[in-house]
């Protein structure tokens, strides 16, 4: 069973940073895809960032030039840097796994962004 642990979350200003880390059980190079959802109060869980085994990235709009994922594939280990931090940006953020035929999420961190 792969597990995925997620670190990182907390209460910051506006303005402010935070780094997110997900830490997998699998080697990363079987994964074909890891990436950050957030789901905010009332809101559908959105993409905030993925990175492909091959590094490609991709990104929500709302992450766009303020946000990066990056990976460390010695450590198993994905990271979330996020930069210029907004009040709704606040949110439960989720780690995935894709594997393809299947996905794996991780339990969730809790980012609060204060105006």
């Known amino acids: 069973q792969v597990q995925l642990v997620e670190s990182g979350g907390g209460l910051v200003q506006a303005g402010g940073s935070l780094r997110l880390s997900c830490a997998t059980s699998?080697?990363?190079?079987?994964?074909?895809?890891m990436g950050w959802y957030r789901q905010a109060p009332g809101k559908q869980r959105e993409l905030v960032a993925s990175i492909s085994v091959g590094g490609r990235t991709n990104y929500g709009d709302s992450a766009k030039g303020r946000f990066t994922i990056s990976r460390d594939n010695f450590k198993n280990t994905v990271y979330l840097q996020m930069n210029s931090l907004k009040p709704e940006d606040t949110g439960v953020y989720y780690c995935?796994?894709?594997?393809?035929?299947?996905?794996?999420w991780g339990q969730g961190t809790l980012v609060t962004v204060s105006s």
């Open positions: 699998r080697n990363i190079f079987s994964i074909n895809a």
């Open positions: 995935n796994a894709d594997f393809g035929v299947s996905q794996v």
